[in-house]
Nanobody
Framework: QLQLVESGGGSVQPGGSLRLSCAASRLTLRYHTIGWFRQAPGKEREGISCISSDGGSTTYGDSVKGRFTISRDNAKNTVYLRMDRLQPDDTAIYYC?????????????????WGQGTQVTVSS
């Protein structure tokens, strides 16, 4: 089963930054819309950002708008999530997934090939 791989998580102080990466070894990401999600302990999974296959369409959840930036480097087969001005409420496991329907764009509500996630902890 195809699966994406997230990396770049860690611990950071409030106000700090991290850049997450979403990669795939057996999937060419440039054909796919990719989404970032997060799930905090005791909370439902939250969709936070989406980028279309050509990068021309991006969306952000209200909780991260203006602080997070999604981008992609199709030559490196990688999608990134730059997170600035991190706050304790951003603490969660962050996941990426690809849109289920090839050719679909953002926003999107059907996802597959979920990664295992990367932990982001924001604490002083």
């Amino acid at each position: 089963q195809l699966q994406l791989v997230e990396s770049g998580g860690g611990s950071v102080q409030p106000g700090g930054s991290l850049r997450l990466s979403c990669a795939a070894s057996r999937l060419t990401l440039r054909y796919h819309t990719i989404g970032w999600f997060r799930q905090a302990p005791g909370k439902e999974r939250e969709g936070i950002s989406c980028i279309s296959s050509d990068g021309g369409s991006t969306t952000y959840g209200d909780s991260v708008k203006g602080r997070f930036t999604i981008s992609r480097d199709n030559a490196k087969n990688t999608v990134y999530l730059r997170m600035d001005r991190l706050q304790p409420d951003d603490t969660a496991i962050y996941y990426c997934a690809k849109a289920y329907l090839l050719g679909s764009t953002c926003p999107n509500d059907q996802w597959d090939s979920w990664g295992q996630g990367t932990q982001v902890t924001v604490s002083s």
